[in-house]
C-alpha cells in the first residue's frame, strides 16, 4: 500500500475471483494471481513480474542462488533452463549441487515417501532426501568411481583452483558424457555462467578433492580468487539483481558482496523460513536493506512457500509473460 498523504483510501484496489479456464497457461494463472488474488498468490506474481524484467532489462547482471537438495528434484531441469534462456548471469550455490548434477547424470534418483522407515532404509543403504531416495550406489559410490580419475587429471595440471573455474572445467567435461542434456553444471558451462561455492567442501565432491588431497598436499581451492570475481561482478554491474532460493551460505554470499556497490536493484527471495529466530535464511529482504544489501528503493518482494512449486511456476510466467 502506498504512504501517500491522502491515505490508504485512496489507492484501493478491489480484489476479485480468479477465473480458471481449460488450457490456461502460466503466464495467465500467474497474471490472475497477481491481478486478481491475495496472499503468497499476489507475492508469487510479483516475483515473476521482477524475473521479467530482469530478463529483458540489457544493463541488469543476474544472480540466482540456491541450496543443493533442490537438484535432487525435478527443478534441477527449471534451474538449467533458466542458464539456457539467458535468465542468468552467475551462480552462487553449495557443493551438494555438484554432487546431485553429477551424480544424476549417471544414475537414477528415485521417488520415495517422508513417511518411509528410515531405519529400514538405512540397511538397504538407501538414502532419503525428502520424499526422495538416493541409493548408495546412486551417490558417493558412482561420484568416487567417475570423479577420481577426472581430479588425476585436473590437478596434474593445475595444483589450485577457484571454484569458478573448477565448476566451468566440470561442466565442460560432463558436456562430452551421455545423458548431461539436463546438467546444470554443463549448461553454464556452455552458457559461460560462473558458478561459485563458497564452501566448496561441504559435500561429496568436495570429499573426493579431500581423498585427492591424500596423495598430494599441494592440491587445493583458491577461495579468494572467487572473491574477487564476486568483487568485480558486483562493482561492474550497471545494476544488480538476485533470486535467492533458500538461505544460508548461499544467499549471504550474494547480499554480502552487493552491499558494497550500494545493494541490490532487484531482488526476490523465497524461502520457508521465519524470521523470529533472527536466522539469515528467515531473514526478509527488507532487514537486508538496514545493512545496505539491499537498496532503499529495490524492486523487492519475499514469496514464502515450497520453492519446488513456487519456482516452476514464476519462472514460466517470467518467460511466457
Known sequence: MSRDPKGVRAHLTPVKDMAIRPGMGAADLVAQMGEASAFSAKKLALGAEILRRMHRAENVTRILSFPAALCATGVRGVLAGMVREGMVDAIVTTCGTLDHDLARTWRDYYHGSFDLDDRMLHREEVNR?????????????????????????????????????????????????????????????????????????????GSQVWSRYQHDRAIGFDLLADEQALSDLAFEAEELGALMVGGGISKHHVIWWSQFRGGLDYAVYVTTAVEHDGSLSGARLEEAISWGKVKEDARLVNVEGDATVILPLMVAAALGG
Open 129 to 205: 532426501l525428502g520424499n526422495v531416495l538416493v541409493p548408495n550406489e546412486s551417490y558417493g559410490e558412482i561420484l568416487e568411481e567417475r570423479l577420481q580419475p577426472w581430479l588425476a587429471e585436473m590437478f596434474s595440471d593445475r595444483k589450485r583452483w577457484s571454484t569458478k573455474d573448477f565448476t566451468r572445467e566440470l561442466g565442460l567435461r560432463l558436456a562430452r558424457e551421455p545423458h548431461s542434456e539436463g546438467s546444470i553444471l554443463r549448461a553454464c558451462a556452455e552458457r559461460d555462467v560462473p558458478v561459485f561455492v563458497p564452501g566448496p567442501t561441504d559435500g561429496s565432491v
